[in-house]
């Protein structure tokens, strides 16, 4: 089976059990200022997991698009990629641990033609100080299944990554970890923060004897090891746990969160651990072949460093983001530059993102419209970055220049070019050589602890965000969240139905919007939007909310929606209504949360003010407004 075919097939198996197949969220979370990208398909969802009713139902499935930007440097084995799609299916207060266990089993198995032998479990082993108890219905579970088809089916207590690699497989089929299988967005129990859902989970691996274990990842091999002999194909969480300031409580409802990569999955299914060789990379693979003229398996890191990076760089793109310095954009950029420098390992050193990029649009077109309807755009934008990146290695060649006059080049010099000019450490070391320069002894070392101290910043920072967004639902996020729709039904009285919704973001200092519209706005239209807004807060209109049939939402009642997203059944819809009246003035499908009633945007004297209006991408505006 294909990939593309495999997903069809997991979509089917779990709608013929009674899912709603919900759209895939953006790339770019839309109302989570807690994480800059969407990185698995229960992030959207947290709402509902904690107990908000979903409108599509308590049985929910899709493939949804993820990024793992911790994972860049990963990029280069047979199996880490930045970019990836999780199959999920959810089960919000319905089913628990005996239909999860034998359906993902049953898919498996009997859909994709797994071989039974090659499955290997993994269960939590539990945390007494936390009250939190072993897994042994999971298990029970999975040894009834394994007995029932005549597979061997012992139970092995491993608990940490450690002492698995101290004793190795023990001829077990079901083994018991402890952290490892505990499953919240925060990772380990202690770390989580008070109001953060978890649960202990149950971890599906597929065993690839052909694969030789390597000693350089410890002494035996277990299935949590990282020497690539096992690979996790899915991860069943059960996610019934609440972090409070007492400790762990239930939560009001037990629910699953399966997420499962369908890179993996499609690579198991063609017996390769190589999941490069599936059906939804393995053409791009073949095209960095021919513009290199060189063979895959003698190249196999710069090859697939390009195939990921440009893959999640497509899908940035189509989601709107664009490169820059700041955050989602830093790390498109990143990711675009780190292609190209490998580009140079591979020797092709002119432009080549655009073929490499219009491959990879032409594998996903069939599956996702919003890759066909923004290609051009897409291409224009990656090429675009590909030309400033060579400019860019330009300049660090002329920084280079100067430093030759030095009598010695540090680590902390190297570490500048990279971190400053985009300078890849193995190209400025090769100009130096080529110079015949001195590098200083310890440039290694210097070099390493620069990019570590980096890390260490980017780690830090990334976890305070995380920590202090998922408070994010505040007064202030709820007030900017009522005038975004203001803003949009605003411009869209403005200037017209070109204009639909492309994208928006929320922090506690600004709203961003980004919207479908042709020309920059003049100081007029600006004005004009704005007053519209402050009229509407004034007016002070009231917020409600209301499910209904999504055909019904869009068509018959006119309510707004943005680009790329596809809905479910059954949609929420919010109105805004003046309270002399039965007739909204704003009508949008959204999620929420919002005030209840307008005039509190203007609390304090506060006026919705625009502070600026630019081009987000090709024919795609961006707005950014505050309550002031
Ligand atoms: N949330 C879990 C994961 O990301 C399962 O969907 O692995």
Redesign the pocket.
Known sequence: MTAQEIRKAYLDFFKARGHSIIPRALLVPQDDPSTLFTG???QPLVPYLLGQEHPSGTRLSNSQTCLRAQDIEEVGDNRHTTFFE?L?NWSLGDYFKQEQISWVWDFMVNKIGLDKQRIFVSCYSGNAKLGLPKDTESAGIWHEIFTAEGLDAKQVEIGTQEQGSKHGEQSGRIFFYGDKNW?SRAGRPEEMPEGEPGGPDTELFYLYPQVKHNPAYGAYCHINCDCGRYIELG?C?FMEYLKTAMGFVKLPKRNV???GGLERVAAAAIDDPDVYMISLMQPVVNLLEKLSNKAYASNTTPMRVITDHLRAATFLAVDGVSASNKEQGYVMRRLIRRAVRFAFDLGIEQNFIEDVTNKIADIYEPDFPEVALRRHQVITSLSKEEKAFRQTLRKGLRQLDKLAKQSSISGQDLFTLYDTYGFPIELSTEEIYSRGLKLEDSWRVQFDKAMERQRERSRTASKGEFKGGLGGHGDIHKKYHTATHLLYKALRDTLGDTVVQHGSNITEERLRFDFSYPAKLTKEQLETIEDIVNAQIKRDLIVAWAEYPTAKALNEMGALGAFGDRYGDRVKVYSMTPKDSNKPYSLEVCGGPHVEHTALLSEGGKRFKIIKEESSSAGIRRIKAVLA
Do not use: E, K, L, P
Request: aromatic share 18%; proline share 0%.
């Open positions: 698995s398909g229960m999780m999920g499953w991860n969480v969160d399966y997420g």
